[in-house]
């Protein structure tokens, strides 16, 4: 019995594959999608990842990662199985563990005796003993190892960790898995699995509050008149804050944030906290898509029915191709259900497939803007940063910006005779 299965070749699945392997780790990767398997074995990424592709090649090349179909397929000699499994939300907010159940059921009978389960899935306080009661076997050990993977900077975020958390009330399985990161310079903390899980949760919360408060700060420096990046220079200097995780923009998204922060809110409530303070986090974050449109409206000095507004940026941040939970397209479809006709371009978005159908979809940045009544720009990607603004001026019907993530030149959007909005800069 040697090496590693991972269970999921999703983001987290194919980056922890991977990375295994580049650590040097013999690594077999499983997902139920064949023609996922058969790229990923010919070496083609179907996501958008800063150096996956060639650490994927290069695991390929020396034959140290390879790709099957089915859990089963990979874990009859493995002495770790990965979870790396999809916890959508379900309709009543808590994670849906169904597909961990699946696995757990299909493989339980062939893992080998004296292997050890690490499940990277974000799951709810509870699962790593949930999946051990599935498991029914006294020689199989079960660790919650949770993911602290940023789309975009994953390989990065996994190589270069901050930390590595590990659960478990097995202290030879811990010492285990933190053997397979030797090759990581960075503290582990080990820690008892209900403890794990609730790190994975208290993370992505904190992170998501610290972004929906300095959003309303922008607010308040709007109001007050305060500069924003003034205030967050000086307040990120205090080490007890941090300066990460401090640009405002339209609300925060993406695959995890939203899910986990109603999971960790309906967790409580099962458990028999309120936690009101995050459902006021939430809360803040719906109102910022709605306050970014009525900065649009204010921009446009008129009712948004009829307009043409531009979008420039789609994906729920700059540098990856996922517009699961996107705040640019929640804000699209308010401005839509204010009359707006919408026209938008993103570097990393090549068709309508996953878009709404008020959404007409432009080649670039020219394109979009042509005939405009505004554009707002909803993801930092640097294409927008760095475009000719004084020529894509005489593209538009009126040369209107609302600048949703602070990502221009104030001053230089302003000599240049735009009318121009951000997040509370002066
Ligand atoms: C997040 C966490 O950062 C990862 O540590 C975690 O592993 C991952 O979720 C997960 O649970 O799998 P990710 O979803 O890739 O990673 O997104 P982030 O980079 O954290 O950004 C989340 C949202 O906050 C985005 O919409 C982003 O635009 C927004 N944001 C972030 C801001 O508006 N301002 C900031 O300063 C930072």
């Known amino acids: ?34 023609k996922k398997v058969d790229a990923l074995n010919k070496g083609e990424v179907p996501i958008h990842e800063t150096r996956l592709p060639e650490l994927l090649r290069d695991g390929l090349s020396q034959q140290t990662l390879k790709f099957v179909v089915g859990a089963r397929q990979a874990v009859t000699d493995s002495e ?27 493989i339980r009978e062939i893992i080998p005796a004296g292997s050890t389960i690490v499940n990277k899935s974000t799951t709810p306080v509870g699962t790593n003993a949930a999946i051990q009661s599935l498991v029914r076997r006294g020689d199989v050990a079960v660790v919650s190892n949770p993911e602290f993977l940023r789309e975009g900077v ?16 097995d202290p030879e399985a811990a010492q ?42 922008a607010a308040v420096c709007e109001a007050v008149g305060a500069d924003i990046e003034s205030v967050i220079r000086g307040l990120g200097a205090d080490q ?74 789609l994906t729920f941040k700059a540098h990856t191709d996922d517009l699961r939970n996107s705040p640019a397209l929640e804000v699209a479809k308010l401005l ?27 080649q670039n940045i020219e394109q979009a803007l042509t005939g405009s009544d505004a554009v707002v720009i909803l993801t930092e990607w640097p294409e927008f940063t760095r475009a000719n603004w004084g020529a894509l001026r005489d593209f538009m019907n009126a040369p209107r910006v609302l600048d949703a993530r602070n990502a221009l030149d104030r001053r230089a959007m302003l000599d240049l005779g735009f009318q121009y909005d951000d997040l509370g800069r002066i």
Not at 82 to 106: K, N, W, Y
Not at 154 to 169: K, N
Request: net charge negative.
């Open 80 to 106: 770790f199985v990965f979870l790396c499994l999809p916890t959508p939300q379900s309709d009543d907010g808590r994670a849906d563990i169904s597909a961990i159940s699946q696995v757990i059921e299909e």
């Open 176 to 217: 285990k898995v933190s053997g397979l990161y030797n090759a990581v310079d960075a503290p582990i903390i080990t820690v008892d699995p209900l403890s794990a899980e609730t790190i994975k949760y208290a993370t992505n919360s904190f992170l998501a509050t610290k972004v929906s408060f300095v959003n309303a700060l």
């Open 240 to 313: 007890r804050i941090g300066s990460r995780f401090l640009q405002p923009g339209p609300g925060w998204g993406g695959s995890c944030f939203p899910k986990d922060m109603q999971a960790l809110v309906r967790m409580a409530d099962d458990a028999g906290y309120q936690f009101d303070l995050l459902r006021a986090v939430i809360e803040a974050n719906e109102q910022q898509f709605a306050r970014v449109v009525s900065k649009v409206e204010r921009l446009v000095g008129d009712k948004l029915g009829g307009a043409k507004i531009s979008l420039l940026g």
């Open 336 to 362: 839509s259900s204010e009359g707006a006709r919408l026209i938008a371009y993103d570097p990393m978005v090549e068709s309508n497939s996953g878009l709404p159908t008020e959404i007409e979809l432009a």
């Open 1 to 34: 019995m040697s090496g590693v299965a991972v269970i999921g070749a999703g983001y987290v699945g194919l980056t922890t594959a991977t990375c295994l392997a580049h650590l040097g780790h013999t690594v077999i990767c499983a997902d139920i999608d064949e």
């Open 154 to 169: 994953a390989v990065t975020d996994f190589l270069q960790p901050d930390r590595i958390v590990i659960g478990s009330t």
